[in-house]
């Protein structure tokens, strides 16, 4: 069985406030002849196909075309399963009639997939947690864990009349603990794969996350994966890697699009993976095109700027422009650079005389937790507590759950 995995297509993400739809089109009609040309059998997707719970219309029209374009009538099975940007229920609600082209979506860790067939293969067993599906002969068992909020992991794990002390545990003991319930599934004449959408420690972000952490609670070690798995599709980090502590069979696909300024020296890729029952997996990376590449100029002067601004003027990028300087820019000369180029998404000055211009950081580009440990700091003269911020944090974020947003 031939898979492929990929995730955080993040459809509908702006830049700065400038689409990105165009970029993430000539991907998905790229995408697919990757998995034309490939061969491939099972496309996973490991959650955050959109950026936000509630889409713009061109976003979701192209998801719907990829999958009826992945499908071939029912050839191939993809399956879904939602990220932290995603609303589960908006995600699956397609799920019934997604059926016949082979598609299958899973919103929540207690999601169950409806067994029966799909397009020309068939779902032979399911429950909460994990699907068993049949490919030309060939069946694997897949564990599916889409992006588990504290209060959706207590549901699948706990009860109303657990002890509490269950509940205290880290939430990365947590995960194996559901893992190791949901492995019990696997069986020696099957293909064995497990889906998430979940952060781990030691993997290495872009920038352009949203984070799920939780002041470091939301980590989850390497170790907590099903060592069980021939190979684990994991979502949420944007860059290509592979998770440490794994043997190296657990892995990130990353975005497929450059999202932020950090990502800009960043390779796109997404992964082959060759699988049978009992052996090793053979695994293939596919380096991705970049439409439209982020760059970042620094020019010396604000000459050199519109100079740098006319000998690009027909390129295809993204910029961000910072110029050394010692006065301010007049608006004639931001007009004329930004008439030269018209995607220039900041110019920011330099200015010698200014210390705290030249260690500038666009706010944009700071988590909440890095902002509120600065203003404690500058408000109290003194570091935040360790324990003072995982609170603050964590009551965001049952906020967050009980508002149906995360």
């Known amino acids: 069985m031939r898979i492929l995995h990929t995730g955080d297509w993040h459809l509908g993400k702006n830049l700065e406030g400038q689409s990105r739809m165009d970029e993430q089109e000539a991907f998905l009609n790229d995408f697919i002849d990757i998995v034309e040309e490939n061969n491939i059998d099972l496309v996973i997707i490991a959650g955050d196909v959109y ?37 589960p229920e908006r995600l699956v609600a397609a799920g019934p009639l997604a059926m016949e082209h082979g598609i299958i979506m899973v919103g929540t860790p207690k999601t169950v997939v409806q067994p029966g067939q799909y397009g020309k293969h068939r779902v032979v067993n399911s429950g909460e947690g994990f699907v068993e599906i049949e490919i030309n002969g060939e069946k694997s068992v897949i564990l599916t864990v889409p992006y588990p909020s504290e209060k959706r992991l207590n549901e699948v794990l706990y009860g109303e009349m657990d002890d509490d002390d269950e509940r205290l545990k880290s939430y990365g003991e947590r995960i194996k603990q559901l893992f190791d319930s949901l492995k019990v599934n696997y069986r020696k004449d099957t293909i064995n794969i ?5 952060y781990t420690m030691g993997s290495e972000e872009s920038g352009s996350e949203r984070a799920i952490q939780l002041g470091g609670s939301y980590i989850v070690d390497g170790y907590c994966l099903p060592k069980e798995a021939q190979y684990v599709a994991l979502g949420h980090v944007h860059k290509p890697q592979v998770v440490p502590g794994t043997n190296k069979k657990a892995r990130y696909s990353g975005s497929p699009i450059q999202y932020n300024k950090k990502e800009r020296n960043t390779i796109k890729k997404c992964f082959i993976v060759d699988l049978s029952a009992g052996k090793e997996a053979i695994i293939n990376e596919v380096e991705l095109k970049i439409y439209k590449p ?21 390129r295809e990028c993204w910029v961000y422009l910072e110029i050394k300087t010692d006065r301010y820019i007049r608006e004639d000369e931001i007009k004329r650079m930004k008439d030269l180029k018209k995607d220039i998404l900041e110019i920011l000055p330099k200015l010698n005389s200014d210390v705290e211009e030249e260690s500038a950081i666009s706010i944009q580009e700071k988590s909440f937790e890095e902002i509120f440990r600065e203003f404690y700091k500058k408000e109290r003269e003194v570091e935040a507590d360790n324990e003072v911020v995982d609170l603050l944090l964590r009551l965001l974020n049952e906020e967050g759950d009980d508002s149906e947003t995360n």
């Open 51 to 87: 950026d936000s719970s509630n889409p713009p219309a061109r976003a979701e029209k192209m998801f719907y075309d990829t999958l009826k374009k992945l499908s071939k009538n029912g050839e191939r099975l993809t399956l879904v399963i939602a990220g932290n940007h995603d609303n």
């Open 194 to 198: 497990a889906v998430s959408h979940i």
């Open 294 to 314: 982020i760059e970042l100029w620094a020019c010396n002067s604000i000459d050199e700027a519109i100079e740098k601004c006319e000998e690009n003027k027909e």
